[in-house]
């Protein structure tokens, strides 16, 4: 059966071909694979065995590994404990202790099955907190939530009401003076202020604070105004440091969410923080008014919080975080140096936090341009190597470098030639799109 008659399939039971838009045939080049059987240590493989070097890592939700035997038994041992039942479970208690005990700033956490939620219920606490209603997010961040109050704020607002457009503003990261004029422009009307801790840049030193950073630039604007600060470490918790990246960037956050890397693919997420904000969403204080948190069915699902439990025993055995550190600035490094090789560093390059590396493809003309990046990542595949983006995990190690020099060197070639003469004389099919846009 041909990749074409899959994607077919896949578009007549599913909106959008996948359940989730990243994964979308939009977000890949034409010869990409268009449907995956399983994964194995740092490879996934297609409906015919082809097998592909990974760095999407599932959305970054995998960082040990596919299948890794630790973590997939400890989900078995739950599932054959009933995985799901009828109050509160022991490994449900003994995963929120854990990550009590880890995080600095979480006092409480309540568990859910996507990062989406988490963020949500965060929003919902400092509503509930502040008595206010307008969000503060990052614009320079990219996905917060599948829920009104975020997608609001991108072109896609079909379906969402005027008033929760009205709802949540930007600002810039780094900048500290949009948060502060945008907080003026709206006195007292902001709940929280949402953000990533990082994502391709460390924060900024402090402009008037010694040893300080932007992060904590945020929070002081935050605390002068009596709003929540949140910190989304979706991506950064377990990758920047084992107790999140506000851990190493010396933050303490009000609430933090945290999801993909806590239990290596598994369905997990959390949003945690200070007693005085998550205990709104407590029963016991009779006589005080509720507020309706997370309440779902599978939301502390035994497999899930197992698979946390043993990745966390797992990240405090091995060096995994100092492994995605030295191999991300490897890759970063041999990149580079490759391009450079051939004279293209100008308009295809590699930065980023060496932890969570990032690549920039630009046309001859200097500019951003979808159409060279989804020739590259076409280039790779023929390589055998799956990059649409830069996730690490524990199973990259020599030979996936090896590989990956393989790949960029016959990538970097059609990559120039595609500078000189044309890129549409080197893509196959479209070019990729980006996923907030408002006409399909």
Not at 158 to 172: C, W
Not at 188 to 217: M, Q, W
Request: proline share 3%; hydrophobic share 40%.
């Amino acid at each position: 059966m041909s990749a074409k008659n899959f994607t077919e399939r896949l578009l007549k039971v599913i909106p959008g071909g996948a359940h989730t838009y990243s994964r979308g045939f939009d977000q890949f080049p034409a010869n990409a694979p268009q449907i995956l059987r399983n994964g194995q240590g740092a490879y996934t493989y297609d409906e015919q065995g082809n097998k592909f070097l990974d760095y999407g890592m599932a959305l970054r939700a995998v960082h040990l590994g596919y299948a890794n035997p630790d973590i997939n038994q400890a989900a078995i041992e739950q599932i054959n404990n009933g995985n799901n039942l009828t109050r509160a479970s022991l490994i449900e208690l003994e995963a929120a202790e854990i990550l009590v005990d880890l995080i600095d700033s979480v006092d409480m956490v309540k568990f859910t099955k996507n990062g989406s939620t988490a963020v949500s219920a965060a929003i919902k606490l400092a509503r509930a907190y502040t008595g206010r209603e307008m969000i503060a997010r990052c614009v320079d961040h990219p996905f917060f939530s599948y829920d009104d109050w975020f997608i609001a704020s991108t072109p896609i607002t079909r379906g969402i009401p005027a008033s929760t457009i009205e709802q949540t503003k930007t600002f810039e990261y780094n900048n500290i003076t949009s948060l502060i004029e945008l907080i003026d422009e709206y006195p007292e009307r902001f709940a929280c202020v949402v953000l990533e801790p990082s994502t391709i840049t460390h924060p900024c030193a402090s402009k008037t604070h010694a040893g300080e950073n932007y992060l904590h630039d945020v929070k002081r604007v935050c605390q002068k105004h009596g709003i929540v600060f949140i910190l989304d470490e979706m991506i950064t918790g377990f990758r920047w440091h084992l107790k999140g990246a506000q851990h190493y960037y010396n933050v303490q956050a009000d609430l933090s969410t945290f999801g993909k890397a806590m239990a290596n693919g598994f369905s997990v997420a959390a949003v945690g923080g200070k007693k005085d904000i998550m205990s709104l969403g407590s029963i016991e204080a009779v006589g005080s008014e509720r507020l309706f948190l997370l309440s779902t069915t599978h939301g502390a699902e035994m497999s899930g919080l197992g698979a946390f439990v043993a990745t966390m025993k797992f990240m405090h055995q091995y060096p995994v975080i100092e492994h995605l550190w030295s191999f991300g600035q490897q890759l970063i490094d041999l990149f580079n140096q490759l391009a450079k090789s051939f004279a293209i560093n100008d308009y295809i390059y590699c930065s980023g936090i060496a932890c969570s590396p990032s690549y920039t493809t630009l046309d001859s003309k200097g500019q951003p341009c979808l159409a060279m990046r989804t020739l590259f990542s076409q280039e790779m595949i023929k390589g055998g190597v799956l990059m649409p983006w830069i996730a690490l995990s524990y199973q990259h190690g020599d030979a996936e470098l090896a590989l990956t020099k393989q790949a960029l060197t016959s990538a970097f070639s059609v990559y120039k030639q595609a500078l000189e003469q044309g890129v549409d004389n080197y893509l196959i099919g479209d070019a990729i799109k980006p996923v907030f846009r408002r006409i399909n």
